[in-house]
């Protein structure tokens, strides 16, 4: 006869909780987010030690000086309430050959491995007040070159001149700009003209963000070339705000207009 199996030879009986899953599995220990130490802005250049010493207090200052930003931190540390935002440059794909604008613009290249594809992407920054920036990124995906378009955004500022051009208004408030420019980017040419108080920003959707982020608020636009091409249709608008600050005006011409650079008002 075989032996009968004695009691710690038996099998346990599993416990089992309500919902009828073992406690074992379904209590498992969790585990704690890592904590994130605050990085300490320790300035590599020149201009980031100076500001860090008290030198420059406001990015006005560090621009209308000639100093070129080679230090993301510097605009960080001197502008933390700046606003983003991205240009959409790329097209995503749709039916019958339609599709909405996106901001990353896909690209393949081909070679003996293979087509290898790569992301490209314009971001735009400002205070609202006069300083606004443009910087593109480009890699192999998409959250590099997005980190990319935003270090590049922050170096790459200028100061934007505003006041009243327009001879219909002339109130000499800073809305508008004092008087007519215009840039050029490949082949797209942007002109820009003062527009009387309440106009609003009659110009297109994606040139409307850069010109919001400087600062301009009464503007009319006109485009020649191909401004289909999202990205040199940018560099055009953006290279006409930078012309703005290259005209010289004489004192006389300054009266009235209400010009302002930056967060300092000139007339």
Not at 90 to 100: D, T, V
Not at 134 to 148: A, I, M, N
């Amino acid at each position: 006869m075989a032996e009968e199996k004695t009691t710690s030879q038996r099998p346990q009986k599993r416990e089992f909780n309500r919902s009828g899953s073992r406690p074992d599995f379904n209590r498992r220990p969790r585990r704690e987010a890592p904590v994130q130490e605050e990085k300490v802005w320790v300035p590599k250049t020149t201009l980031g030690k100076d500001i860090l010493s008290g030198k420059y207090s406001s990015m006005s200052q560090v621009l209308l000086n000639g100093n070129k930003i080679l230090e993301a931190e510097i605009t960080d540390y001197l502008l933390p309430g700046m606003t983003m935002d991205f240009i959409n440059i790329g097209q995503a794909k749709g039916k019958f050959g339609g599709g909405k604008r996106k901001a990353s613009k896909a690209t393949q290249k081909i070679t003996l491995e293979g087509s290898k594809m790569s992301f490209s992407m314009l971001a735009v920054c400002g205070n609202k007040e006069g300083i606004v920036g443009l910087g593109f990124g480009k890699s192999r995906e998409t959250v590099p070159s997005r980190e990319k378009a935003i270090i590049k955004a922050k170096k790459n500022l200028i100061i934007t001149r505003r006041g009243c051009g327009d001879w219909g208004c002339f109130c000499g408030t800073a809305h508008s700009i004092p008087f007519e420019v215009e840039g050029v980017s490949g082949s797209c040419r942007v002109k820009l003209i003062p527009a009387p108080k309440g106009t609003g920003l009659v110009a297109e959707g994606e040139l409307k963000k850069l010109l919001e982020l400087a600062g301009i608020k009464d503007v009319w636009c006109k485009s020649f070339g191909n401004p289909g091409n999202k990205m040199n249709f940018l560099k055009a608008g953006f290279d006409a705000l930078k012309n703005l600050q290259k005209i010289r005006m004489t004192p006389d011409m300054m009266k009235g207009r209400g010009i302002k650079e930056g967060d300092k008002y000139e007339g």
